[in-house]
């Protein structure tokens, strides 16, 4: 066992009005399985970064560990796996690589087809299995379920569940559940160590959270009554203490009685001076409140009701280069459905969203659709965004006002409004394409794999909507919980 140590991190990006990190210290165990988890754009990524020495920051990081980052850039694909292993861990075994394969349940025969031939999730298995095979390294995973398949996040987890030392970035709750013992939050103001699993540490911090809540009603009417009663004595201290030179305060022998008068005054001011002092102190335990509450506003849709099937699907069988990849599959789609298409990585979902969200792609079968239908569909590629947000929302024809407004809701910072999308995180770019969606009116609500990278408070808020306003959907998804919270019908899908 050894331990990374970081004192007085302190880092921000060049142009930048405010740091990422701040004074940040902390002492890491290199034997835990550490989950690391936060809003998209906190800074997850660039800790890593940080720790493998690619950043220049001030403050300290010292560890007796090498640092290892996944995903690793392969710089030819065209290269065989076990070459590519080669260059990465020289001192690797055949049956040391072999045996990390097969916990993976991969054959070992991938390692002879060119990198570039894989599936994404061979490609994120084998880059695992690498990685495991190198000594006293730890190991920097940063968000490996995005191209998974609900079977292989299960079988990853399990992996990473059977190892130690590694830092795990996820948005998936179930998958980090299933893996970790230990939490690292990037929250509003400050980074959280826990001891435990993720659901442990959220069910903790709720709790936490809604004490908060309570807490700042209860001293808001607190703050509220002080001040009338600051107000009120106040009044009155200062009508006492003119009461002196009046007629009224003469004694019985006509003589005004001023210390009796003033007595009076000073109780009432003193009185008033305690009130104010009781009221600065419960504002102080109020601003003292609140500070690392993630905010999950309400987001809302406005779904197109219909009566009947909007949508009938018969014997759809999908083709690339000509090959048919899926067995015939037939569904249909009424108003209120949220179908979630299920399969191995390589069956032809997306290829389906597609078809029926846009066309373009050769099948089999049919498709058909009621009269007048509209679709509001969330690829899952992002890589034809560019140019600004205003430039986007005019394109898509949606208004640009409702569209940041929902942007805002889901944490997205306001200074990146004037960015170009090529700059955004792959987190943020999901988040365009998402509250995009939102702005439509449509019959159906198409979104292929739409929470790749997004933060896990953002996932809770789209479950909330979706529960709240029950669109009709026909989605593909691999988190375990968002499905199981969503999903009312389930298609499942067998490649050929």
Known sequence: MSLINISNLTFGYDGSYENIFENVSLRLDTDWKLGFTGRNGRGKTTFLKLLMGMEEYRGSITSDVKFDYFPFKINDRS????????????????????????????????????????????????MLAIMFTRQDNFLLIDEPTNHLDTEGRRKVSEYLNSKKGFILVSHDRSFMDNCIDHILSINRTNIELYQGDFSTWFENKTRRD?????????????????????????????????????????????????????????????????????????????????????????????????????????????????????????FGIEYGDRALIRGVNGCGKSSIIKAV?????????????????????????????????????????IDESLFKTILRKMDFPRREFDMNLETYSEGQKKKVL????????????????PLNYIDIFSRMQIEELI???KPTMLFVEHDMEFSENTATKIIELQRK
């Not at 570039?116 to 298995?125: A, D, F, I, Q, V």
């Not at 998402?434 to 794999?449: G, K, M, N, P, T």
């Open 79 to 126: 290269m065989f796996p076990a070459d590519i292993a080669a260059e990465i861990n020289p001192e690797a075994e055949y049956w040391q690589i072999q045996k990390e394969l097969n916990l993976l349940g991969v054959d070992a025969d991938i390692l002879y087809r060119p990198f570039e031939t894989l599936s994404n999730g061979e490609r994120t298995k084998f």
């Open 210 to 330: 809604n004490f908060e809540i309570n807490e700042n009603i209860k001293l808001k009417r607190e703050i509220s009554k002080l001040t009338q009663a600051a107000k009120r004595s106040a009044a009155w201290a200062d009508k006492t203490e003119k009461g002196k030179y009046r007629d009224n305060n003469k004694n019985s022998e006509g003589f005004f009685d001023r210390g009796f008068v003033g007595h009076k005054a000073a109780k009432a001011m003193k009185r008033s001076k305690n009130i104010e002092a009781r009221r600065e102190k419960a504002a102080e335990e109020k601003s003292e409140l609140l500070k690392n509450i993630e905010s999950k506003e309400e987001l809302k849709i406005a779904p197109i009701k219909f009566t009947g099937e909007i949508l009938t699907v018969k014997d759809l069988a999908v083709k690339y280069d000509g090959r048919i990849i899926n067995e015939p599959v037939s």
């Open 357 to 397: 969200a846009e066309g373009g792609i050769e099948f089999e079968g049919d498709i058909q659709t009621g009269r007048g239908f509209t679709v509001s569909y969330v690829p899952q590629d992002t890589s034809f965004l560019s140019g600004s947000l205003r430039e986007f929302a005019e394109k898509r024809g």
């Open 434 to 449: 998402i509250a995009a969606s939102l702005c439509d009116r449509a019959h159906l609500y198409v979104w292929d794999e």
């Open 467 to 469: 529960a709240e306003y």
